[in-house]
C-alpha cells in the first residue's frame, strides 16, 4: 500500500442490505444519486446519526457533510426537534382538518422574511416548484417559462428540461416521458448571461409567464451568480410583467433566515422552499404576496391540493428547527466557522499548487478539481474532473468523512459540527488532496 493510503471501510453488510434492495427497488434506491453509481463501491446503509456523524450498518462511523443533502441544518437527531415531534405525536398523525401548528410555522416563517405575506405548505420541494409555476402561469396567463442549466427545481415534467445548442433554446427532456409539448414551454438559457435573458424575451414578446432559477445554483456544482444578474432578472421581468421565482429549496433557512433573497437583498415574486423548512421531515412551500397568493384555490382559481400538507408532525419538525435558526448569532457564528474551514482547505490546497477550489456561501461548499477562479455555468465544469472527486471521496469514507456520493453536490455544514471535527475533518481532506494530486 503506498504511503498514506488506507484500507478501505468494510461493507460486508451494506452490500448484503443492498442486494435484498435490488429486489424491491429499481436501482435499489428510492432516490437515484443514492446508488453511488459516481463514486466507489456499494452504497452505505445508514443505521442512525447523531450530532455531525454518521454510523452505517458495517459500524462505520463518519463526519456526515451531506446532512440529508442539506435538511440537518442542525445536524442528527437534535433533541429539540426530537422532543417537539413526539410531543404533537402523542396526539395523532393527520387529520385531514387545519390544526395550529401550521399557523405556528407560517407565522415564525413570515415575520422573519420581507418578502412573502402568504404561504401553502407541500410536502416536497419538487411539489412547491410544480405549484409556483401553476400559480405563475395562471397569474400570467401565459404558457412559456425561462429556466437555467444547471438549475434543479425538482422532477416535475416541465423542468426536466436541459438546454439545447444555441443562445436561446427550447429544451430537450432530460428524462424519458416527458411529452415534447411540455418542453417546448420551457426555454432554457446558460446562467449568468444577460444578453442570453434579453434575446428570450424579445423572441417570445408578452408569452413568458417566468422566471425561475435557484439564486444560489446548488444542484450542479455551486454555481455563485454575480448579485447584478439577479438584479437583471428582477428588473426584466417587471418590464416584461413576467413573475420572478426564486427557488430556495435549498438555499432558503441555509444562507440565512430569509434565503437568497435577504442574502441578495433582492425580492422574487415567488419563493419556494422544501429541504431545512421540515427540520428532516418531509416538507416543501411555496410564498408570495398576498394578492399573487390570493390566486391560490379555494381563494383563487389556480388548483392545489395535499392529503398531507400541513401535516402535524412535519410542521412540528419545521417549528423547533426554525425556531433554533431565529435566534440571534445562529447564522453568523454558523458561516463564520464554515468560513475558517473552507479557508483552511483552500490555503492547503494553494500552499502546494493543487488545482482545486473549494466555493462557498454561508454553511454550504463545494469542492471543484479546477483552476478557474470562478464557476458560474454549468459548461465550466470539466467532467473529466469527476474522476479526481471520485478517488476523493474514496478516499474520505477510509478516513471517516462522508461527502454526498457525486461530485456535482454540494457539502454542507450544520451547527452540530464542532470545531474540534471540523479540524478531524479537515486533516483527513489534506490527507486525500495529497493522494488525488500524488501524480499530478
Ligand atoms: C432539492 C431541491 C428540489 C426538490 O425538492 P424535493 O424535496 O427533493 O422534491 C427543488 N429545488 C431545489 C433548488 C432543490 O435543491
Request: hydrophobic share 40%; charged share 25%.
Amino acid at each position: 500500500m503506498p504511503y498514506g493510503d488506507k484500507p478501505d471501510i468494510v461493507r460486508d453488510k451494506s452490500a448484503e442490505l443492498y442486494e435484498k434492495a435490488k429486489q424491491y427497488f429499481p436501482g435499489g434506491v428510492n432516490s437515484p444519486v443514492r446508488a453511488f453509481k459516481s463514486v466507489y463501491g456499494t452504497p452505505l446503509f445508514i443505521e442512525k446519526g447523531d450530532g455531525c456523524r454518521l454510523w452505517d450498518a458495517d459500524g462505520n462511523e463518519f463526519i456526515d457533510f451531506c446532512c440529508s443533502w442539506g435538511p440537518l441544518i442542525l445536524g442528527h437527531n437534535h433533541p429539540k426537534i426530537k422532543e417537539k415531534i413526539i410531543e404533537v405525536m402523542q396526539n395523532g398523525l393527520t387529520f385531514g382538518a387545519p390544526t395550529a401548528l401550521e399557523s405556528e410555522l407560517a407565522e415564525l416563517i413570515i415575520k422573519n422574511n420581507k418578502y412573502i405575506e402568504k404561504i401553502r405548505f407541500t410536502s416536497s420541494g419538487t411539489e412547491a416548484v410544480m405549484s409556483a409555476i401553476r400559480l405563475a402561469r395562471g397569474v400570467t396567463k401565459r404558457d412559456k417559462i425561462i429556466k437555467f442549466e444547471g438549475c434543479y427545481h425538482g422532477h416535475t415534467d416541465a423542468l426536466l428540461v436541459k438546454a439545447g445548442s444555441g443562445l436561446v433554446t427550447f429544451g430537450e427532456t432530460s428524462s424519458a416521458g416527458i411529452p415534447k409539448a411540455y418542453a417546448d414551454e420551457t426555454i432554457v438559457i446558460s446562467l449568468n448571461d444577460k444578453e442570453a435573458v434579453k434575446a428570450a424575451f424579445e423572441q417570445f414578446k408578452d408569452q413568458i409567464s417566468c422566471v425561475i432559477i435557484e439564486p444560489v445554483p446548488a444542484n450542479n456544482g455551486l454555481l455563485l451568480q454575480d448579485k447584478d444578474f439577479l438584479q437583471y432578472l428582477r428588473e426584466i421581468c417587471d418590464e416584461n410583467c413576467a413573475l420572478l421565482i426564486f427557488d430556495e429549496v435549498i438555499s432558503g433557512f441555509r444562507v440565512g433566515f430569509d434565503g437568497a433573497a435577504g442574502y441578495y437583498d433582492i425580492k422574487p415574486d415567488i419563493i419556494t422552499y422544501g429541504k431545512i423548512i421540515g427540520g428532516g421531515l418531509p416538507v416543501g412551500a411555496y410564498g408570495a404576496s398576498a394578492a399573487i397568493m390570493s390566486n391560490i384555490s379555494p381563494e383563487g382559481s389556480v388548483y392545489q391540493a395535499g392529503t398531507l400538507s400541513g401535516n402535524p408532525v412535519a410542521m412540528a419538525g419545521g417549528i423547533a428547527q426554525l425556531t433554533e435558526l431565529a435566534k440571534a448569532g445562529f447564522y453568523k457564528e454558523l458561516n463564520t466557522k464554515t468560513e475558517d474551514f473552507t479557508n483552511a482547505i483552500q490555503r492547503y490546497a494553494s500552499s502546494k499548487s493543487y488545482k482545486f477550489k473549494v466555493f462557498r456561501i454561508g454553511s454550504i461548499f463545494w469542492f471543484a478539481f479546477t483552476d478557474l477562479e470562478k464557476v458560474q455555468t454549468s459548461e465550466a465544469i470539466d467532467p473529466k474532473s469527476m474522476e479526481k472527486f471520485k478517488l476523493m471521496h474514496r478516499e474520505l469514507l477510509n478516513r471517516g468523512i462522508y461527502l454526498g456520493p457525486s461530485g456535482y453536490e454540494v457539502g454542507f455544514v450544520s451547527a452540530a459540527h464542532s470545531k474540534l471535527d471540523l479540524e478531524k475533518a479537515k486533516r483527513a481532506i489534506f490527507e486525500c488532496l495529497d493522494i488525488v494530486f500524488r501524480n499530478k
